[in-house]
């Protein structure tokens, strides 16, 4: 996505919220990339199955994603495998 396309009709960026739900907690993540996520204040968790819900703006994605290590406080960012894209409204 190019910086025009998340700019709103104000010319303003829109907010962007990023969380990761797994086991029935809550997690903001600070980055988000190809098979990795940063989790702001990790907490160990077993490998499974987990939501990513970004919100920009009134717009919301949904990932649904698998964990195959859990999440580890003790590293910096997280690996993930993608399971699949829901395109959702807020």
């Given at each position: 996505m190019?910086?025009?396309e998340l700019l709103s009709g104000n010319g303003h960026s829109p907010d962007i919220r990023?969380?990761?739900?797994?086991?029935g907690q809550s997690f903001g993540l600070?980055?988000?990339?190809?098979g990795n996520v940063a989790v702001r204040e990790p907490r160990q968790m077993p490998p499974g199955v987990a939501t990513i819900?970004?919100?920009v703006g009134a717009e919301v994605t949904i990932y649904e994603i698998n964990l195959p290590n859990g999440i580890n406080p003790a590293l910096r960012k997280q690996s993930y495998r993608l399971v699949r894209k829901i395109e959702a409204a807020a």
């Open positions: 190019i910086a025009s990023m969380e990761l739900l797994m086991g600070a980055q988000m990339c190809d819900r970004l919100t």
